[in-house]
Structures are given as C-alpha cells and as structure tokens.
C-alpha cells in the first residue's frame, strides 16, 4: 500500500490549502483514510478522517468549521480543503489508513504517507 501526499505550501494566515492524497496497492472499501499533522517538538496529533464506503466525516475540533475532508475527483483520493488557516496550524500533513472503525490515535493507522509541510505566516 502506498499513500502519497501533496499540496502544502507557504501561505499567510486567513488563506486557504488543499491536500491530497492519493492510495494505491489495495481496495480500500471499508476502510478509514485520515490526516494528522505533527508540528516540530509535538506528537503527532489527528486531524480528520473520513469512511471510505460512506462518506462519514470526523474532525479535531480545532479545525471544525474551517477544514474539510472528501473523497477527490480522482479515483482512490482524498482531499483535506484547509480555509482560514492559522499561525497555530503550521506543521508536517501526514495521510494514513486503517481498516474500520474511526479512531483517532496515530498508533492505530496501520499506513502511512509521507509528509507535506503547511506553513502558515502571521
């Protein structure tokens, strides 16, 4: 399995980013596809996950309201459309996947992405 993440950047506070993900080496049916990002001397924290088969939605609540996860046009893709980012959201984006349920602790994703740095400036 291989998940490839792109699309960070450097932007100003108050802008917008979106990420992508996307899977290959397995049907994912059934399976959860969610970020988390890792900011330097902090662990690494969830983000938002999204059900394969349904469409389900979870999200961190520091990122409620601002940050949207979706399947992408293209097949096997999951997006993560960051609005009104913040100083504080600066950080390595990291995909993962795991089979269901929805859990939010990193050690649970059985894979992992490699990260895409989001800066974000005052």
């Known amino acids: 399995v291989q998940l490839q993440a792109s699309g960070g950047g450097l932007v100003q506070a108050g802008a917008s980013l979106r990420l992508s993900c996307a899977a290959s080496?397995?049907?994912?049916?059934?399976?959860?596809m969610a970020w988390f990002r890792q900011a330097p001397g902090n662990e690494r924290q969830f983000v938002a996950a999204?059900?394969?088969?349904?469409?389900?939605?979870h999200y961190a609540d520091s990122v409620k309201g601002r940050f949207t996860i979706s399947k992408g046009y293209a097949e096997n893709t999951v997006s993560l459309q960051m609005d009104s980012l913040k100083p504080e959201d600066t950080a390595a984006y990291y995909c993962?996947?795991?089979?269901?349920?929805?859990?939010?602790?990193?050690?649970?994703?059985?894979?992992w992405g490699q990260g895409t740095l989001v800066t974000v400036s005052s």
């Open positions: 999204i059900t394969w088969n349904a469409g389900v939605t």
């Open positions: 080496g397995r049907t994912f049916t059934d399976y959860v």
């Open positions: 993962a996947a795991r089979p269901l349920p929805v859990l939010t602790n990193s050690a649970s994703y059985n894979y």
